[in-house]
């Protein structure tokens, strides 16, 4: 079965951290480039962060930039949203998703999506 598995969500307290896993099942992660999306309760898809298909470069929305780190591992066909300084509007649940081509953050178009993972964020 092809498919994405999202996993590494939990509860943290602000200014913690996470890392949150995507791995790819049935497929090879190579030749796609991995974004990261997360969903509020009551608010729209967010795109999070893109790594190209090599890892050589990768794009991140405002919102997170500098606090989250995105990486992959295609002999582990693995990619990682490494989340630091965590704070309370970065709950939200977080999803991966792959597609063919250069990276941006838009949310459509894409050939697999993972199921989702829950972040929450709070004291």
């Known amino acids: 079965q092809l498919q994405l598995v999202e996993s590494g969500g939990g509860s943290v307290q602000p200014g913690g951290s996470l890392r949150l896993s995507c791995a790819a099942s049935?497929?090879?992660?190579?030749?796609?480039?991995i974004n990261w999306f997360r969903q509020a309760p009551g608010k729209e898809r967010e795109g999070v962060s893109c790594?190209?298909?090599?890892?050589?470069?990768?794009i991140y929305a405002d919102s997170v930039k500098g606090r989250f780190t995105i990486s992959r591992d295609n002999v582990k066909d693995t990619a990682y949203l490494q989340m630091n300084s965590l704070k309370p509007e970065d709950t939200a649940v977080y999803y991966c998703?792959?597609?063919?081509?250069?990276?941006?953050?838009?949310?459509?178009?894409?050939?697999?999506w993972g199921q989702g993972t829950q972040v929450t964020v709070s004291s």
């Open positions: 998703a792959v597609v063919r081509g250069s990276c941006t953050l838009r949310d459509s178009g894409y050939r697999y």
């Open positions: 049935g497929f090879s992660l190579d030749t796609y480039r």
């Open positions: 790594i190209s298909s090599s890892g050589g470069s990768s």
